[in-house]
T-cell receptor, first 112, second 110 residues
Framework: KAGVTQTPRYLIKTRGQQVTLSCSPI?????VSWYQQTPGQGLQFLFE???????NKGNFPGRFSGRQFSNSRSEMNVSTLELGDSALYLC???????????FGPGTRLLVL | AQSVSQHNHHVILSEAASLELGCNYS??????LFWYVQYPGQHLQLLLK??????LVKGIKGFEAEFIKSKFSFNLRKPSVQWSDTAEYFC????????FGAGTTVTVRA
């Protein structure tokens, strides 16, 4: 099976812009989670989607949002970008809720 | 939310040495436990997991971990490391959302 794929892999934006990141889960996986990885804060949970419904959300401002489509693909959006949003954004998929998560390569976002 | 502590930030070893990485989490209940590894230039990969049953679990590449419920711990071990084990290791706890430790960088000298 193909692994989790994320697009784009690299992105440069300026403050105030918005960005949309995409994640395609492993075939058959219905749960998708998003994480932010930074040197200072480590890996932090953003949100989890299962069957198009957000099941859980981390402690991030409302500028961070996501959605899941009927084919389980997911997108996350960050509006009004800030310098501190520069990070590696990881997507993980699992067959169902609370099962082992498999990670994609991430999208590296740089905000200037 | 769970707090996950990894005891060491950076560990430097010689090949054939034994490795043990500590991981503690903040509170009990029904949790699933994981160790993930990130090799240089690669993405996070699952090393091993514990959901229930035998508290000693075996993973890939000769790694094992022991779950001690009374200590809220899930320590990772490998009897004899190789240069290729150089990586960053993350402990993670799932109590309805996955919380990660800060990671331990392991450098194995040839």
């Amino acid at each position: 099976k193909a692994g989790v794929t994320q697009t784009p892999r690299y992105l440069i934006k300026t403050r105030g812009q918005q960005v949309t990141l995409s994640c395609s889960p492993i075939s058959g996986h219905r749960s998708v989670s998003w994480y932010q990885q930074t040197p200072g804060q480590g890996l932090q949970f953003l949100f989890e989607y299962f069957s198009e419904t957000q099941r859980n959300k981390g402690n991030f401002p409302g500028r961070f949002s996501g959605r899941q489509f009927s084919n389980s693909r997911s997108e996350m959006n960050v509006s009004t970008l800030e310098l501190g949003d520069s990070a590696l954004y990881l997507c993980a998929s699992s067959p169902s809720y609370r099962e082992t998560q498999y990670f994609g390569p991430g999208t590296r976002l740089l905000v200037l | 939310a769970q707090s996950v502590s990894q005891h060491n930030h950076h560990v430097i070893l010689s090949e054939a040495a034994s490795l043990e990485l500590g991981c503690n989490y903040s509170y009990g209940g029904t949790v699933n436990l994981f160790w993930y590894v990130q090799y240089p230039g690669q993405h996070l990969q699952l090393l091993l997991k514990y959901f229930s049953g035998d508290p000693l679990v075996k993973g890939i590449k000769g790694f094992e971990a022991e779950f001690i419920k009374s200590k809220f711990s899930f320590n990772l071990r490998k009897p004899s490391v190789q240069w290729s084990d150089t990586a960053e290791y993350f402990c993670a706890v799932d109590d309805y959302k996955l919380s990660f430790g800060a990671g331990t960088t392991v450098t194995v000298r040839a």
